[in-house]
């Protein structure tokens, strides 16, 4: 089983829809998780972070189910902005982050 | 308040040659974290420095080597290149203690022809 799977999309979505996410992860002992967006061809950029059973910062909700080892991201009313590929990234031993390969979403007018 | 920074931005080299990234935390951060990304890949984790020392490494060999400095800069270098490790190679800086968050540089995009 790998150690973070997502589904790779793309997911096209119209401006102001809601879109989900799902990742899940192998390593049971993770503790922190975090989501970044990555924009084609520049470094992930941190969206997110994640230690207890959720967290929302705006139109971002992340929701952790620590039983079924599963995490997901919620976008309401998207933006063309959001286009980019968004990486569910559960934190390992000490620092170590382990990244899976993203999933694309693209917005469309 | 400087972001994580890192040089050079662009870099080509051929087979066999050696290469130095470098890289500057973000002010404040004391632990740098070395990744590489290949395309259409998921970041992937090299190794990781903390107090001048490397405290862990991922599935890499020992042509990846590193160093930290006192004010807690880092270098990546990477011997006898193969044509295998053109890649996208990123920095992250983070506190020792806390949070864990980790903050990426823009990156270094090596080619190795």
């Known amino acids: 089983r790998k150690e973070v799977e997502q589904d790779p999309g793309p997911f096209n979505v119209p401006e102001g829809a809601t879109v989900a996410f799902n990742c899940t992860y192998s390593n049971s002992a993770s503790q922190s998780f975090f989501w970044y967006r990555q924009d084609c061809r520049k470094e992930p950029k941190l969206l997110m972070s994640v230690y207890s059973s959720g967290n929302e910062d705006g139109r971002f909700t992340a929701q952790l189910n620590r039983a079924s080892q599963y995490i997901s991201l919620l976008i309401r009313d998207s933006k063309l902005s959001d286009s980019a590929t968004y990486l569910c990234?559960?934190?390992?031993?000490?620092?170590?982050?382990?990244f899976g390969t993203g999933t694309r979403l693209q917005v469309f007018p | 308040d400087a972001g994580v920074t890192q040089s050079p931005t662009h870099l080509i080299k051929t087979r066999g040659q050696q290469v130095t990234l470098r890289c500057s935390p973000k002010s404040g951060h004391d632990t740098v974290s070395w990744y590489q990304q290949a395309l259409g890949q998921g970041p992937q984790f090299i190794f990781q420095?903390?107090?001048?020392?490397?405290?862990q490494r991922g599935n890499f060999p020992d042509r990846f080597s590193g160093h930290q400095f006192p004010n807690y800069s880092s270098e990546l270098n990477v011997n006898a290149l193969l044509l295998g490790d053109s890649a996208l190679y990123l920095c992250?800086?983070?506190?020792?203690?806390?949070?864990?968050?980790?903050?990426f540089g823009p990156g270094t995009r090596l080619t190795v022809t």
């Open positions: 992250a800086s983070s506190s020792g203690t806390g949070t864990y968050e980790q903050y």
């Open positions: 990234v559960p934190r390992g031993d000490t620092d170590k982050l382990i």
């Open positions: 420095y903390y107090e001048e020392e490397e405290r």
